[in-house]
């Protein structure tokens, strides 16, 4: 294919703003799935790495046309930082505005006392405390509360999440591998209750 083959080509399909609406949309979707604005609970991971997915196939198609293309015009063009400008853009934002714990303390607070003040009252599921998805919490007759993230963590069957304990360290603390985040909270990698 000739340079001018190509140029003829080019006008008719213009893959360059495709490529540029295919990684706008897989950059939308990862930060949305970052925020944990949607998808909800255990579908965030599938639509992160599928936006992932998407984006490394963008970008595998945006080198192989800026190459050819910088080959046979010899020149460069707007489309050739697009991609990288915003998948970087995409990346940083979907780091950077990630629901974190503290965001959402005061929320936690309120089902933990409730919890614990309600007679009869012992779990709570699939619930939305500011922008986290909870599977489940549930008190225990020693008077913590547990939470536990509906984002699964890295491996199967783990079970991210927090734990509110008034009286001090719960049982276990060392063995968890619990972490006092203060103010008798702890966070937990994996708690499995039999």
Known sequence: MSASEFRSRRRRF????????????AA???????????????NVPIAIGAAVMVLIGAGGAWLTLSVL????H????????????VVAVAV???????PTFEQSRSGFE????????????THLTDLRIG???????????????????????????????????????PPGFS?????????NWYRFTNVTVD
């Not at 940083?92 to 990630?98: D, K, N, P, Q, V």
Request: hydrophobic share 45%; no cysteine; aromatic share 14%.
């Open 14 to 25: 213009f893959p360059d703003v495709a490529i540029l609406v295919v990684t706008l949309v």
């Open 28 to 42: 939308a979707l990862l930060v949305v799935a970052s925020w944990n604005l949607w998808p909800a609970g255990e």
């Open 69 to 72: 293309a910088s080959s046979w």
């Open 74 to 85: 010899r020149r460069w063009t707007w489309w050739f930082i697009a991609y990288p400008t």
């Open 92 to 98: 940083i934002a979907s780091l950077t505005g990630r």
């Open 110 to 121: 309120e089902v933990a006392q409730y919890l614990l003040s309600e007679p009869g009252r």
């Open 131 to 169: 922008r986290l998805d909870i599977k489940y919490a549930y008190a225990t007759h020693a008077g913590e509360v547990y939470f536990h993230d509906a984002r699964n963590g890295p491996l199967a069957r783990s079970n991210p999440g927090w734990v509110y304990s008034p009286n001090g360290s």
């Open 175 to 183: 063995r968890l591998g619990m972490k006092n985040i203060g103010s």
